[in-house]
């Protein structure tokens, strides 16, 4: 591929500064792994990494507005990503928590345990924390769809989950790969059965929790059967915890890259709003 220089049109504005962006070509002899796995329609994708050629980094630097960009990814609709900050009219509570200071264009979170209906799920913690090799931790990257766990933390996260969904007549099926665990929709009569998912993290001033609800924690793979979100990354995951896509949907998360803090709301759908509003 190749590196260039564009403008930038936005709907009647047509941004002064030129940017830099990357070209990549696919043919039936070659296979662009950065273009793999798109959505059908999709042709490229916007970055938003901690690196200098991303389009928050160049705008905040050409337009000398705040190194900070707030995101909201939809579950239905059109999301919302502002750069420079989020509207002073937003009323969203929001908790915070910082961001990792590790050498990395990725946004590294401190998550310290994990619990299910507020009881703790019981492993080695270890792979929580990152260590000097570079491995380990807790990362927030919408480049995974859903959240994948290191083996040691995903079979007694699950293991637990069951466990609370079957004390609520939660019924399993047989699960659909990519996910290791499948419910009857059927048996699952109000959203507020299924088992409530916490991760714990430092926040600023005090201990914060990212809560993960029903629509966040299930999805569904056909009429009927709903899985658990979550993925088993194996033995040899070097990332402890990838908060991924469909555990984002429907919150405001806000990176402020000149405080390294990360603000984030609950669920949008528990009061009622989406990200168009």
């Not at 901690?50 to 900070?68: A, D, E, G, Y």
């Amino acid at each position: 591929g190749d590196m260039g220089h564009d403008f930038l049109f936005l709907p009647q504005i047509k941004l002064p500064q030129t940017f830099v962006y990357g070209c990549a070509e696919t043919s039936r002899f070659s296979s662009i792994p950065i273009l793999s796995g798109l959505a059908k329609g999709i042709k490229g994708i916007l970055g938003l990494a901690r690196t200098p050629h991303t389009l928050p980094f160049q705008i905040s630097s050409s337009f000398n507005v705040p190194p900070k960009f707030t995101l909201c990814l939809p579950s239905s609709g059109k999301g919302k990503l502002f750069i420079g900050g989020r509207p002073s009219s937003s009323i969203i509570s929001l908790s915070q928590t910082g961001f990792g200071g590790f050498s990395s264009s990725e946004y590294f979170i401190h998550v310290n345990s994990i619990t299910i209906n507020d009881k703790p799920v019981k492993f080695g913690a270890s792979f929580l924390f990152r260590d000097e090799n570079g491995n380990g931790g807790s990362v927030i990257s919408t480049m995974s769809p859903y959240t994948v766990l290191h083996h040691s933390i995903y079979k007694p996260f699950v293991r637990d989950f069951v466990e609370a969904a079957t004390a609520k007549n939660i019924k399993r099926v047989k699960s659909v790969h990519p996910f290791g665990e499948c419910f009857d929709a059927n048996t699952i009569k109000d959203g507020k059965a299924v088992p409530d998912i916490k991760l714990a993290m430092d926040g600023r001033f005090r201990k914060v929790s990212y809560g993960i609800c029903a629509h966040n924690s299930l999805v569904e793979v056909r009429k009927g059967v709903l899985c658990l979100a979550f993925v088993d990354g194996g033995e040899f995951a070097v990332t402890g915890v990838v908060l991924g896509g469909h555990q984002l949907r429907d919150r405001v998360l806000e990176f402020d890259l000149s405080t390294s803090v990360l603000s984030f709301s609950s669920s949008l759908l528990l009061q009622n709003k989406t990200c168009s509003d």
